[in-house]
């Protein structure tokens, strides 16, 4: 008898934020505590993945003008042990300025820290489990 595997399960969503500065492309990484990652969060009760991950995108740094292509295009983490998956969109913004907001519920910013980096600057700040995420985001923005 075969037991089918664990159906995955989107439970958080996020942004990789890309702006155009000096002809080269920048990403928006937020750390917090250690650990480095795109703006994201949970994905709420009645919500899809894409409006969670723009609110998330708003709240946690004060950017709105997101540009995301028609098809809503995404990339998913790969499963985490309890099943659970990232899913990620690529949006381009024209802002360059980043407000890390005070969360009510925390008192505090969700985010300790903001920079723009480019695609190499990624690699080194952002954890294994987003190297499929960058590799897309870069594929997206540069082809060639």
């Not at 969109?89 to 890390?100: D, F, H, K, Q, S």
């Not at 723009?116 to 190297?131: C, H, I, K, N, S």
Request: hydrophobic fraction near 40%; aromatic fraction near 8%.
């Amino acid at each position: 008898m075969t037991v089918p595997a664990p159906a995955t399960v989107i439970r958080s969503a996020g942004v990789v934020i890309a702006r155009r500065s000096a002809g080269s492309w920048r990403l928006l990484v937020l750390r917090a505590g250690r650990h480095w990652d795109f703006p994201k969060g949970l994905v709420e009760d009645g919500e899809s993945a894409i409006d969670a991950a723009r609110r998330e995108a708003s709240e946690g740094t004060g950017i709105s003008d997101l540009s995301f292509d028609a098809a809503e295009s995404h990339k998913e983490t790969i499963a985490y042990g309890t099943g659970e998956i990232a899913r990620y969109y690529l949006a381009i913004t024209r802002t360059e300025t980043v407000t890390l907001s005070v969360v009510n519920e925390l008192g505090h910013p969700a985010y300790d820290e903001a920079r723009w980096v480019g695609f190499d600057e990624a690699e080194d700040y952002l954890p294994p489990r987003l190297a499929a995420v960058l590799a897309w985001v870069r594929e997206t923005l540069d082809p060639d």
